[in-house]
């Protein structure tokens, strides 16, 4: 399987994110994507490594507000402007209900406004390579999804930052463009078919369920932990299941603390079951590895071996999958359970291979 991979994820280096009031070290950290090469890198020939080719900013405002993209592209120098920051983390958010009846307020361009409104949350910085990184996974996964539409089997794109997080018009959830609903709505264009993006990640992907919430032509399903436990704590439950024309092709299944191999492989399946009733022609993968048993930020129990069960049970759909890189934390196993993960999947296509 090819891996798509760029450095210019390290260019995206924060240092600090805010969970309750408290700063602390960030997770989200470029060790994440270098692990994963690492690691795949000492098999050459199962995966080989190609560099993303640039798509410019137009499959991106196919998904998001184009004020985002802007405001992504500028805030840097924007913040610097009026005052020396390393990193950019907003304090003040346009909650609903503080302009309840009273319609949208201006899109605002001071930098501490601005900050507050594209961004959700306090644990995604903005700092100086930030939108140059956001902008390479980008075409790290639209490389991905390339080589699908030109037949091959699976592709993998190693993305960092991350994107499931990033609704329409926002960013947050250590997330800035989301990958993986621009290379699903790109694929839909392309060709005329059905997707569904599955998103395996610990958390649910609030931001690719928003973008695709009342469509028929995009499904989602995401296992994830309860979010009235977990993050994002406003998105992912049982009952969201769509609307308008998209009524039905959202389905969530959020589980327990400690959820184990065996019972997140027998949600797997249920999941998969609904992914065969819809009948798309391609997949998305949003793969997360922090459904690991040491994450440091959620608390699922998935062994390394699991992986590439989960792998080789969506290789038994039989479509190709675009496989794009969500989150995972745990530096010392991530590469592996990325490579099981993948591995599981290619036995599974080819058992010769393996
Ligand atoms: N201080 C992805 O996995 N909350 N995003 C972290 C730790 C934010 C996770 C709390 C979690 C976002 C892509
Ligand atoms: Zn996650």
Redesign the pocket.
């Known amino acids: 399987m090819q891996v798509v991979y760029s450095p210019a994820h390290l260019a995206h280096a924060p240092t600090t994110?805010v969970?309750l009031g408290v700063s602390?070290a960030q997770?989200?950290l470029p060790a994440r994507a270098e692990e994963i090469r690492r690691v795949l890198a000492a098999e050459p020939e199962r995966f080989p490594v190609v560099e993303p080719t640039g798509h410019g900013v137009a499959p991106i405002e196919a998904v998001h507000d184009a004020g985002l993209r802007a405001f992504l592209a500028t805030a840097w120098e924007r913040v610097q402007a009026e005052q020396a920051l390393a990193e950019v983390i907003p304090d003040t958010f346009i909650h609903p209900a503080l302009r309840e009846g009273m319609g949208p307020p201006p899109v605002p361009t001071g930098a501490a406004a601005s900050a507050g409104y594209w961004c959700f949350?306090t644990?995604?910085p903005l700092v100086s390579g930030t939108y140059e990184a956001a902008r390479g996974a980008v075409d790290v996964a639209l490389t991905a999804a390339d080589l699908v539409l030109g037949g091959s089997r699976a592709a993998y794109g190693l993305c960092r930052?991350?994107?499931?997080?990033a609704p329409r018009a926002a960013y947050?959830?250590?997330?800035y463009f989301n990958n993986a609903a621009i290379v699903a709505h790109h694929l839909a264009a392309a060709t005329g078919a059905k997707v569904t993006v599955l998103d395996v990640?610990?958390?649910h992907?609030n931001g690719t369920q928003q973008i695709f919430y009342e469509r028929d032509d995009v499904q989602y399903v995401s296992l994830h932990g309860d979010p009235n436990r977990a993050?994002?704590y406003f998105a992912g439950y049982r009952g969201e299941i769509g609307a308008g024309r998209g009524r039905g092709t959202n389905l969530n299944l959020p589980l327990a603390p400690g959820t184990d191999d065996d019972a997140y492989l027998v949600a797997l399946v249920q999941a998969l079951e609904q992914v065969e009733a819809f009948g798309p022609a391609t997949i998305v993968v949003s793969l997360?590895v922090?459904t690991f048993h040491l994450d440091?930020?959620?608390d699922f129990a998935l062994t390394t071996p699991a992986f590439a069960r989960c792998g080789a049970l969506v290789a038994t759909l039989g479509r190709p999958c675009v496989v794009l890189q969500?989150?995972?934390?745990y530096l010392p196993a991530i590469g592996e359970n990325v490579r099981n993960w993948l591995t599981g999947f290619e036995d599974r296509v080819s058992p010769a291979a393996g």
């Open positions: 994110e969970e602390m997770y989200e949350e644990m995604t930052p991350p994107g499931h997080h947050g959830g250590y997330c990640d610990y958390h992907g993050y994002p997360g922090d440091p930020i959620a969500e989150g995972g934390y």
